[in-house]
C-alpha cells in the first residue's frame, strides 16, 4: 500500500513501504570493539503529570528495552542525555533508572555503564564545593550498584567554574575517589548549550589541552573518554594523544562508522544515541568488523548515516524525540509518549521523513505495524490519505 508523507513544504507525497524488514540475528559477542548504546526511557503514558513534573517512567517497558539491547550483545550507556537526563528526567528518577537497570543487568549477564552528574543541584550554585559533594553523591550510588560509572559534563560545573583549573581540581577529587575506572564525557553544547566552554574555555583547542591534562594526571583511573562534539577531525586528533589503556569512545552520531573502523593508528569505541534505534544492526555490523572485513562493516553501517544526521540535525538536543518515535513505530513500545511532554519538540515532516529512512533501512521488524502506527499519527494530525 501508499503512504502519503507531509514534507517540509507541507506538500503530500506518495510513499511505497517495504514489505519486509532487515534479517539480523544474535551472534557471538562483540570482540573488537566496545559497543554501548544510549537507551531511551519509556514514559508511563497514563500518568497524571506535567512537562515540569517529575518523570513518570512504565519500568517494564524501559528494562524490556534494555533487554532488547543486550540480546544483541551491546552494552548499555544509563541515565544519560538520550534517557532524557535534565530534559524531562531529573535526578530521582535517573537514581532509580540507574538501580533498577543495574541490577536487570546482573540477571541478564548485560554490560552497562551509568551517568554520574550533579541534577540534584536545582538551586542557585555558588561554590565548587556543592558541585563536588553532588558529584560524589551520585558516583556512590552507581558504583554501589556495581555498575561503571560515566562522569557527565555538569551544567552546575560549567556555570560555577572560573577557568581551566577549577575543572582540573573537581575531576581530579573525583577520579582519586572512584573505585574503578571511569569514563569521562565532553558533551557539546550542541547537545546541551548550557555547556558551552566547558574544559574552561570556548576555544576547543584550549578546551582539549585541558581534558588531556585531566587524563595524564589519573590514567589508571580513565577507563576512557566519550567524546561528543560531531567534529570527526578533532576526535582522531584526541584519541591519538591518550595514553596507553584509555579508549577512545566515539559519541560522534555524524561519522561514527569510519570513526569505529579506525585508520592504521587506531579506532574509537562506541557509545551513541544513534545505536538506540540501530542497535541490532550496529552489533550485526560489529560483528563483520571483528572477522577483519572492514568494507563490509561500512556496508552496513554508512546507509545509516543519513537517518543519524537527520535524528540529530539541529536543534540536536531534540533527537530523543525521533529516538522514541522510532522505539514506538517498532514496536518497543505502545504509545510515542514522552516524559516531559517531549514528543512535541519535532515537527510532524520531522517525523516523516525519520519514518521513512528508517523503513528503507529495513529497522521494523513488522514493517506493517510501522506503517499502521504512522498513519495513525498522520490521520492526528489531519492526512486522511
Do not use: N
Not at 288 to 294: A, E, N, R, S
Amino acid at each position: 500500500m501508499t503512504i502519503h508523507l507531509p514534507d517540509s513544504t507541507g506538500e503530500l507525497r506518495a510513499y511505497e513501504p517495504r514489505r519486509a524488514p532487515l534479517t539480523v540475528d544474535t551472534g557471538a559477542p562483540l570482540a573488537s570493539r566496545v559497543v554501548y548504546s544510549a537507551a531511551h526511557v519509556v514514559a508511563d503514558p497514563f500518568a497524571d503529570t506535567t512537562p515540569d513534573g517529575p518523570a513518570a517512567v512504565d519500568w517494564d517497558t524501559t528494562l524490556a528495552f534494555r533487554r532488547h539491547l543486550w540480546s544483541h550483545g551491546l552494552g548499555v550507556a544509563e541515565a544519560m542525555d538520550t534517557a532524557q537526563r535534565g530534559m524531562g528526567l531529573d535526578w530521582a528518577g535517573a537514581a532509580e533508572l540507574i538501580k533498577r537497570s543495574a541490577a536487570e543487568a546482573q540477571s541478564v549477564g548485560g554490560a552497562i555503564a551509568c551517568g554520574v552528574g550533579t541534577d540534584q543541584l536545582t538551586g542557585p550554585v555558588t561554590d565548587l564545593a556543592q558541585v563536588r559533594a553532588a558529584y560524589e553523591e551520585q558516583l556512590a550510588l552507581v558504583e554501589g550498584t556495581g555498575a561503571q560509572a560515566i562522569l557527565m559534563a555538569s551544567r552546575a560545573l560549567a556555570a560555577v567554574a572560573r577557568g581551566p583549573e577549577d575543572y582540573l581540581d573537581v575531576y581530579g577529587h573525583l577520579l582519586r575517589q572512584a573505585d574503578g575506572p571511569v569514563v569521562l564525557h565532553w558533551l557539546g553544547p550542541m547537545f546541551d548549550p548550557a555547556l558551552d566552554g566547558y574544559w574552561g574555555d570556548t576555544d576547543l583547542d584550549a578546551a582539549t589541552e585541558t581534558f588531556l591534562q585531566v587524563i595524564a594526571a589519573h590514567p589508571d583511573k580513565v577507563d576512557g573518554i566519550k567524546v561528543s562534539l560531531l567534529d570527526e577531525r578533532r576526535e582522531i586528533e584526541l584519541r591519538r594523544r591518550l595514553p596507553k589503556g584509555v579508549r577512545c569512545y566515539t559519541g560522534d552520531d555524524f561519522h561514527y562508522p569510519e570513526l569505529i573502523a579506525g585508520d592504521e593508528r587506531g579506532f574509537s569505541h562506541a557509545l551513541l544515541g544513534i545505536f538506540d534505534p540501530l542497535g541490532p544492526l550496529a552489533a550485526q555490523a560489529v560483528r563483520v568488523l571483528d572477522t577483519g572485513d572492514t568494507a563490509g562493516f561500512r556496508a552496513l553501517l554508512d546507509p545509516t548515516v543519513e537517518l543519524s544526521r537527520h535524528l540529530f540535525r539541529a536543534p540536536t538536543r531534540f533527537y530523543k524525540t525521533g529516538v522514541v518515535f522510532l522505539a514506538w513505530l517498532a514496536g518497543h513500545q505502545d504509545h510515542f509518549a514522552m516524559v516531559g511532554g517531549l514528543q512535541s519538540a519535532r515537527s510532524l515532516p520531522h517525523l516523516a521523513t525519520a519514518y521513512e529512512l528508517a523503513d528503507g533501512l529495513g529497522l521494523f521488524p513488522d514493517p506493517g505495524r510501522a506503517e499502521a502506527r504512522m498513519k495513525q499519527l498522520l490521520a492526528l494530525y489531519g492526512v486522511t490519505r
